[in-house]
């Protein structure tokens, strides 16, 4: 079988779809019933944006190519054996491919979705699986979830690993000085301390608009407030293309108005365009969209400081020092942490962000206090070098 990217010649409803994913079999015919769902779902329905294009299109590509491999029908949803087709599939996942639980839930979800969708369109008399009740703890269970049995279970195919609870990593103090230490390109550090101070995700990382920089002298107070708006004109990209304000503290705002006089616009005179992202590459051209180029960066800096490290592991850190901040001067404010965090996360729901809570009531170490602070007393942000 082959898993490949459409051109911008593919056109559907008089819309090209460049990078669509579109399943063959061996033989270059296409696998109706995948692409079928495929256009319905990523094109009309509920899967998700652009961004679940790739990760759709290979899990249904090794779903099937796992079918190939052993002789082994789609259709063939009554085996009348105990292991499901998609229990065989779940297994071999686990046991063959080694791959990592989120993975197998990732793939999972969507193949189920197809088989639904087959079940619709009468191709099969019956699904592959069946449902049962499980504990639901913060995050649901997504677009899976089928019938609530209460206010703490859903149901849920009953092929689906089960989640597990594993608290999201994050760097220690020392985790950040070692990362921002062996940070030796100026413009490389802008952007790392841009995501430990912020909190944004590797594609508002790589869309933050220029715009959004200004003179913090011309401001009163000790934070700046920063919108975040898709639809302004600037092409900042927010998940779900959702608005949102951002506190930037003063210090912060400094640096980064240093950086754009002293750096940044250097930078942007390489290229053929003007762009009007801040963090441009070494040819002056903005980061991927999707922020995987910056992803790359990070993790290499981070080999060199000696700390496993990616881009969302620079927001795990932003968020829960800054809620052991927050908790920590409670009396001194009237902000209330997990909201502020969550304003400041972007996160639809608060159970999201109650993950940093669990964080937080884990942590033994005193050094994690006085984050904010600390990382920013150890680099002078008027310093030309940052």
């Given at each position: ?60 590509y090794d779903f099937f190519s796992f079918l190939q491999a ?162 302004d004109g600037h092409n900042m990209m927010t998940k779900g ?146």
């Amino acid at each position: 079988m082959e898993l490949i990217a459409a051109t911008k010649d593919l056109v559907i409803g008089a819309h090209p779809y460049p990078g669509f994913p579109i399943v063959l079999w061996a033989n270059m015919e296409s696998c109706a019933p995948v692409n079928s769902f495929l256009r319905y779902y990523l094109l009309r329905g509920s899967i998700g944006s652009k961004r679940s294009w790739g990760s759709t299109g290979r899990a249904l590509y090794d779903f099937f190519s796992f079918l190939q491999a052993n002789d082994l029908q789609w259709q063939d949803v009554d085996r009348g054996e105990d292991k499901s087709l998609l229990s065989a599939y779940r297994d071999y996942c686990f046991d063959v491919a080694k791959l990592a639980r989120n993975t197998v839930r990732q793939r999972l979800l969507y193949i189920c979705e197809f088989y639904k969708f087959a079940h619709r369109n009468d191709w099969i008399e019956k699904l592959p699986f069946t449902y049962e009740q499980r504990a639901s703890f913060h995050r649901n269970e997504g677009f899976l979830a089928h019938i609530h049995g209460g206010e703490n279970t859903v149901s849920v195919p009953d092929v689906m690993p089960r989640r597990q609870k594993d608290l999201p990593k994050f760097l220690s103090k020392d985790g950040c000085k070692a990362l921002l230490k062996a940070t030796t390109n100026p413009h490389h550090l802008m952007l790392i301390r841009m995501a430990l101070l912020t909190g944004l995700r590797r594609e508002e990382l790589a869309s933050f608009p220029l715009q959004y920089v200004v003179n913090p002298a011309l401001y009163s107070g000790n934070n700046i407030q920063v919108r975040l708006d898709p639809k302004d004109g600037h092409n900042m990209m927010t998940k779900g293309t959702k608005a949102r304000d951002l506190w930037i503290s003063r210090r912060l705002m400094a640096a980064l108005h240093h950086y754009v006089i002293h750096r940044r616009n250097e930078r942007g005179s390489m290229a053929a365009q003007v762009h009007n992202n801040l963090f441009l590459n070494q040819n002056g051209e903005p980061y991927s969209g999707d922020g995987k180029s910056i992803c790359r960066l990070i993790s290499g800096i981070g080999q060199r400081a000696g700390v496993k490290v990616h881009t969302h592991m620079l927001r795990h850190t932003y968020a829960t020092h800054t809620l052991v901040a927050l908790q920590r001067d409670r009396g001194d404010t009237k902000i209330e942490p997990l909201v502020f965090l969550q304003r400041q996360l972007g996160h639809a729901s608060i159970n999201t962000t109650m993950i940093y809570s669990h964080l937080v009531n884990e942590l033994a170490d005193e050094a994690v206090l006085k984050y904010d602070d600390e990382l920013n007393d150890w680099i002078d942000p008027t310093n030309d070098q940052t």
